[in-house]
């Protein structure tokens, strides 16, 4: 499997500068050359994930020296399309909620790996992953996502043919899932008339918008799973770990405040037949928790 182009063998170091016009706006100075550029065809790409998802351990010690730098070159690849649709969401979510808090993240290796293995039912391939770059807005109310959400729809009706196309959007708040979990998330496929950043064109950026306690929410899945060492946020939804924490964060979803709009409206939720249940079970809870942190001392 040989690069593209060794022109294109560049590192991702160098970051974005931003640059206060005189207006007090903010732009940015772009080196986006330093960035790294996809190397090799999208078929390697999709061979070297065949290879991961069948791999059982690390990937950094079982996968072929080849495959893992075809992965590590298309993960790497995704620094430049994620900076930039960042910025676009950090534009939009600051004018709704100048508090707003913007985030980003590269998937990690592992987290491929499992995804990957999770999809080989459905075929994934490596090269059609939609949330190897990510980033999230979380605002202080639902009706500031209902606000953000405008804006996107604002955005895509203007400009439909527009340099990043949104290809994708799940409101996991009116169409909640049944494990507890709310969120708008969206995909944006990076695409750019530039010659300069045609190497890009097609990376596809996973957009998450939530609610302050709907990220709290999620924020404490993944704290149990810390100190538990189950993998509550890919498994709530399935008979995989403790059914008492699956239970429960479950009913906290359906809970005012996280759920509402017209999931609520039209009755999805029935939070106060929950509420008994709910009680009875933080004791269970309490005690597994302190359980859990105990052995960490």
Same mark, same amino acid.
């Given at each position: 499997m040989t690069p593209r182009s060794s022109t294109d063998c560049v590192s991702a170091k160098t970051p974005f500068h931003p640059v206060r =016009? %005189?207006?007090?706006?903010?732009?940015?100075? $772009?080196?986006?050359?330093?960035? *790294?550029?996809? $190397?090799?065809?999208?078929?390697?790409?999709?061979?070297?994930?065949? @290879?991961?998802?069948?791999?059982?351990? *690390?990937?950094?010690?079982?996968?072929?020296?080849?495959?893992?730098?075809?992965?590590?070159?298309?993960?790497?690849a995704h620094h430049f399309p994620l900076q930039i649709v960042k910025m676009m969401l950090k534009g939009r979510?600051?004018?709704?909620?100048?508090?707003?808090?913007?985030?980003?993240?590269?998937? =990690?290796?592992?987290? %491929? $790996?499992?995804?990957?293995?999770?999809?080989?039912?459905?075929?994934?391939?490596?090269? $059609?992953?939609?949330d190897i770059g990510g980033c999230r807005a979380v605002l202080k109310h639902i009706s500031d996502v209902d606000r953000l959400m405008a804006l996107f729809r604002e955005g895509s009706a203007k400009n439909p043919t527009g340099r990043h196309k949104m290809v994708g959007t799940r409101d996991y708040i009116a169409d909640p899932k049944a494990d507890g979990y709310r969120g708008v998330h969206y995909v944006f496929r990076y695409q750019s008339p530039s010659p300069d950043r045609s190497a890009w064109n097609g990376l596809r950026i996973e957009i998450q918008v939530r609610s302050k306690l709907q990220h709290a929410w999620a924020t404490a899945v993944e704290t149990v799973d810390t100190f538990t060492g189950q993998s509550l946020k890919f498994a709530l939804g399935t008979n995989i770990g403790d059914p008492t924490w699956r239970r429960f964060f479950a009913l906290k979803g359906r809970q005012p405040g996280l759920a509402s709009r017209?999931? @609520?409206? =039209? /009755?999805?939720?029935?939070?106060?037949? /929950?509420?008994?249940?709910?009680?009875? /079970?933080?004791?269970?809870?309490?005690?597994?928790?302190?359980?859990?942190?105990?052995?960490?001392?």
């Open positions: =016009r %005189i207006d007090g706006r903010v732009t940015l100075r $772009q080196h986006f050359m330093a960035f *790294s550029k996809p $190397q090799y065809p999208l078929g390697s790409v999709d061979a070297a994930g065949r @290879v991961l998802a069948e791999s059982v351990g *690390s990937p950094m010690q079982i996968v072929d020296e080849g495959s893992l730098e075809v992965i590590k070159n298309w993960r790497a979510a600051k004018r709704i909620d100048p508090q707003a808090l913007v985030s980003q993240r590269m998937k =990690r290796l592992p987290s %491929i $790996q499992n995804k990957l293995i999770r999809g080989q039912s459905e075929t994934m391939r490596l090269s $059609q992953m939609q017209a999931s @609520v409206r =039209r /009755g999805c939720y029935c939070f106060e037949n /929950g509420i008994s249940e709910l009680l009875l /079970g933080y004791a269970g809870i309490r005690a597994a928790l302190n359980s859990a942190i105990a052995k960490t001392r």
